[in-house]
Every structure is written in C-alpha cells, then in structure tokens.
C-alpha cells in the first residue's frame, strides 16, 4: 500500500485568526529534503536555532481551517499545545511516512497494523 502525500488532523486548540474565526481542521504533506534545507539558510534560523521547527511547519501544513496561506506568523501564533501536536506529528509521519504501528494481538498473537491516534488526530 503506497502512503499518502497529505494527512488530514484537527489541532486540539486551534489558531484563532484577527476575526475570531478559529481553524481547527488542516492537512500537512510528507516533507521534501528542500523542505528541511533550505529554511537553514534564513536569519531567523541562523540566529535562533529553535526558530527552525517554525519554519519547517509553515512549509508543509499545506491548509489550516479557511486560511489562504499557512505562514511562519501563524505556526508562531499557535497555542503550545498546538505547536507541539504539529511537531510530533511531522516527527511520525516523516520518519515512517505514515501514523501505523505494528500491534499483535494479547490473546491470540495474530499481528496487525493500526492507525496511532493523538489528541486532535482523525
């Protein structure tokens, strides 16, 4: 079975934008290699390294709610809660490309795959 590009999530608090309106429902793509290259060439990465996981989810949250464009400013904006989801969740899918363990079974030992679910996954 060939994984998914784009994963869909629900973000446990959601970003609340100059509106009210909060975004709650997004999508984030699997990461290219330029993805995690070229935001080490930006000052604001250069100059604070924590800054980098900013960037790197701007880059590949590619919908957030009703909102044109995914920016840096709006990852920064982000409850920590938030942040975090998004960080864990771009850890999982792009060091296995997708959200499955493999489990087995306590009675009869048959092994199977599931789909890992956190606070705010679909």
């Known amino acids: 079975m060939i994984a998914p590009t784009h994963h869909p999530f629900t973000l446990p608090h959601g970003y609340?934008?100059?509106?009210?309106?909060?975004?709650?429902?997004?999508?984030?793509?699997?990461?290219?290699?330029?993805?995690?290259i070229a935001p080490l060439k930006e000052a604001k990465v250069q100059s604070n390294p924590g800054y980098l996981g900013v960037i790197l989810l701007a880059r590949v949250v590619s919908r957030l709610g009703e909102l044109s464009q995914v920016t840096p400013r709006v990852i920064e904006?982000?409850?920590?809660?938030?942040?975090?989801?998004?960080?864990?969740?771009?850890?999982?899918?792009?060091?296995?490309?997708?959200?499955?363990?493999?489990?087995?079974?306590?009675?009869?030992?048959?092994?199977?795959?599931?789909?890992?679910?956190?606070?705010?996954?679909?």
């Open 16 to 36: 609340v934008d100059a509106h009210g309106t909060v975004h709650r429902d997004g999508t984030m793509r699997l990461a290219t290699a330029l993805d995690e």
């Open 77 to 122: 904006e982000l409850a920590v809660a938030d942040f975090a989801y998004l960080q864990s969740l771009y850890r999982r899918l792009n060091d296995h490309g997708h959200t499955r363990v493999a489990v087995s079974c306590p009675e009869c030992a048959h092994r199977f795959e599931v789909e890992v679910e956190e606070s705010g996954e679909r």
